[in-house]
């Protein structure tokens, strides 16, 4: 059977979107690559005509994310458009949607894990986003706390067992970041 020309790419990204929601709902570790090819319809053995290694797979899933993030993220804004960005983040809609969710909170860890090449597009990234918000505030450091402070907030959010702490943990952090920025 003769696929069409778009075929393999139209896989690949099928399997990045597929593996990335399922690294931030389970972490990318625990899913070997015949479950990542099965959750796209295909063998395990199709995997290397798309990636040398799962390795490179999580590579293009950092990559992909990060820069999804930034999209949503980053970019010219004013103190009402970071508000809304910030109220959006630090939301229980975050907190139950891992898979559409930033990347950095689920995938923190691993991506700490990983080799130099990986931790330094998330750095790379990261620091985009930090001089976006920095430029918003007015001051480098603040941007730094804020973003740690929401990604901490959302991490922590998604440890607790009940909603209603969860959502305190979520208000509480929105009302301090306001606070600095007000």
Not at 103 to 108: H, K, S, Y
Not at 131 to 158: E, K, M, P, Y
Request: overall charge neutral; aromatic content about 6%; proline content about 1%.
């Amino acid at each position: 059977m003769r696929y069409s020309a778009n075929h393999k790419l139209e896989t690949r990204e099928k399997l990045l979107h597929s593996s990335a929601a399922s690294a931030k709902r389970c972490g990318f570790s625990t899913v070997g690559v015949d479950g990542l090819m099965k959750a796209v319809g295909l063998s395990g053995g199709a995997f290397y005509s798309h990636f040398s290694s799962k390795d490179e797979l999580f590579a293009s899933i950092v990559e992909r994310e990060l820069g999804q993030s930034m999209t949503r993220l980053g970019g010219d804004q004013d103190l009402d458009s970071l508000d809304r960005c910030l109220r959006q983040y630090l939301s229980m809609a975050h907190v139950e949607n891992v898979e559409t969710g930033c990347a950095l909170p689920a995938l923190g860890a691993e991506i700490a894990r990983s080799d130099e090449a990986v931790r330094q597009q998330a750095q790379d990234w990261i620091c985009r986003l930090q001089q976006s918000w920095a430029q918003t505030l007015g001051s480098d450091a603040l941007a730094w706390a804020i973003l740690s402070q929401c990604i901490g907030a959302l991490v922590v959010a998604r440890m607790l067992a009940t909603p209603d702490i969860q959502r305190t943990v979520l208000k509480s952090s929105y009302d301090e970041i306001r606070k600095q920025i007000s």
